[in-house]
């Protein structure tokens, strides 16, 4: 039972470069939610979803799409990325809103 | 103002105190409530679900306050290996049912 999985670990981008970051997970969660971290800042909610071809945006949605067509996967695609999304990314999934989320180890990703 | 605040910190405090963290949440629809923890460079884990009648787990108390919308993390007797970032999250409420909230955290060093 791997939990959830994350890909890669670390990226370094050029500005304007595009790129999907890769989140699966094995516990058959329907809520499934991207997140990123700065210093100070804590969390924010980038995209979330409920379940299978169904999302929402969170808090800074800008400049990021995502797609849930199987219940496991949710990946987060930079368009153009750009300097500001240099920041430390994680998956998370969840049985429900009200039940502990699992993170993926995380995404360390540099806009250069 | 931010849906969920919490103070950063840092505390540092001996081996063997005890410490109190508090949060506040804004928004009066929320229905979960949970603290987790966040070591240096790695993913968050849920250290605990807060319940409205207050719930403990072994040096660890967790109060919440729904009239005053402010959760409490209390730790008795504290370890080297407590030393970590403590994060409040709280669920979005109706409205922002399917929406996970995180405080930016509030870092703890225990010393020696």
């Known amino acids: 039972n791997a939990g959830v999985t994350q890909t890669p670990k670390f990226q370094v981008l050029k500005t304007g470069q595009s790129m999907t970051l890769q989140c699966a997970q094995d516990?058959?969660?329907?809520?499934m939610s991207w997140y990123r971290q700065d210093p100070g800042m804590g969390l924010r909610l980038i995209h979330y979803?409920?379940?299978?071809?169904?999302?929402d945006q969170g808090e800074v949605p800008n400049g990021y799409n995502v797609s849930r067509s199987t219940t496991e996967d949710f990946p987060l695609r930079l368009l153009s990325a750009a300097p500001s999304q240099t920041s430390v990314y994680f998956c998370?999934?969840?049985?429900?809103?009200?039940?502990?989320?699992?993170f993926g180890q995380g995404t360390r990703l540099t806009v250069v | 103002r931010k849906e969920v605040e919490q103070d950063p910190g840092p505390f540092n405090v001996p081996e063997g105190a005890t410490v109190a963290f508090n949060c506040t949440y804004s928004n009066s629809a929320s229905q979960s409530f949970f603290w987790y923890r966040q070591d240096c460079r790695k993913e968050p884990k849920l250290l605990m679900s807060v319940y409205s009648s207050g719930n403990e787990d072994g040096r660890f108390t967790a109060q919440l306050n729904r009239a005053s919308q402010y959760i409490s993390l209390l730790i008795r007797d504290s370890k080297l290996s407590d030393s970590a970032t403590y994060l409040c999250?709280?669920?979005?409420?109706?409205?922002?049912?399917?929406?996970?909230?995180f405080g930016q955290g509030t870092r703890l060093t225990i010393n020696p």
């Open positions: 999250v709280v669920n979005g409420g109706v409205q922002g049912a399917q929406k996970l909230v």
């Open positions: 516990m058959n969660h329907e809520y």
């Open positions: 979803s409920v379940g299978a071809g169904i999302t």
């Open positions: 998370a999934s969840s049985y429900s809103i009200r039940t502990e989320a699992f």
